[in-house]
């Protein structure tokens, strides 16, 4: 049996939220292209290795931060998109959360203290955990929807 879906206009904030990330991501690889330049980390290598550059944890740091940011991305979109579907308010509140404590994550972890990224950061974590129960929601009332 088909299920249709009515998407309200407020999920054009939760669109907003997949945008902002989008941007974020670019500013990230940005962040990355000049620290190779800062510490003289040549393409194609990932990481740095402390033997051959006295700067590796530096660059390291600031890769690390956007290559944990890249991880987690398809998860976050999963859950911000089916989410929003039913809760889009708060989908795009908790989006919204996640994106800013992603960027203080990064700035954090890039400061070649890896530790730094949990400061302000460490939200992340409580944005994506609200962002799965909220798309457990949506998945809970579809399985009922289906049942009636």
């Not at 292209?33 to 990481?47: D, E, I, M, N, S």
């Not at 979109?77 to 994550?105: C, D, K, S």
Request: charged content about 15%; aromatic content about 14%.
């Amino acid at each position: 049996m088909a299920v249709s879906i009515e998407l309200t206009k407020e999920y054009g904030f939760v669109v907003l939220v997949v945008v902002a990330y989008a941007f974020l991501n670019f500013w990230m690889a940005f962040q990355v292209g000049k620290a190779r330049r800062k510490y003289k980390v040549a393409y194609p290598t990932l990481y740095a290795v402390e033997s051959e550059n006295k700067d590796a944890k530096l660059f390291n740091c600031v890769q690390r931060g956007h290559q944990n940011s890249l991880e987690m991305m398809p998860m976050f979109f999963v859950m911000v998109l089916l989410g929003g579907l039913q809760h889009p308010v708060v989908a795009a509140g908790l989006g919204a959360l996640y994106t800013v404590a992603r960027f203080f994550y990064f700035k954090g972890y890039a400061t070649g203290v890896p530790d730094n990224r949990l400061k302000l950061g460490g939200f992340n974590f409580l944005a994506i955990i609200g962002l799965i129960l909220c798309t457990a929601s949506f998945g809970i009332n579809l399985v009922i929807r289906e049942a009636i």
